[in-house]
Nanobody, 127 residues
């Protein structure tokens, strides 16, 4: 079955960095757009970043633009999120997700578009 496994979360001070990884199995990774979402306590899940199947199209939420970088390695079936200049408001559980119903250059901000989800990894930024 499809598995998406996130890693790399943790506790970091304001201004620090973390690198999240998502390892995928059970699916043809290169045929899926991949996204990162996050959910803070008491809030709805929100879009963070997405990368198209071929890695050409990348989009970010305004809140993370210029600080976060999404990337993927289709040969290794992995995706990463480099997070720099972290702020307390970045504190959340971060989820990776796969969207299989897309063309090579397609991306989606909508969580309902994604077919598969990881279990999440906690990121806590202390002030």
């Amino acid at each position: 079955q499809v598995q998406l496994v996130e890693s790399g979360g943790g506790l970091v001070q304001t201004g620090g960095s973390l690198r999240l990884s998502c390892a995928a199995s059970g699916l043809i990774f290169s045929r899926n757009a991949m996204g990162w979402f996050r959910q803070a306590p008491g809030k709805e899940r929100e879009f963070v970043a997405v990368i198209s199947r071929n890695g050409v199209i990348i989009r970010y939420a305004e809140a993370v633009k210029g600080r976060f970088t999404i990337s993927r390695d289709n040969a290794e079936n992995t995706m990463s999120l480099q997070m720099n200049s972290l702020k307390p408001e970045d504190t959340a559980v971060y989820y990776c997700a796969a969207d299989s119903q897309v063309g090579s250059y397609s991306t989606s901000y909508d969580a309902s578009s994604y077919d598969y989800w990881g279990q999440g990894t906690q990121v806590t930024v202390s002030s």
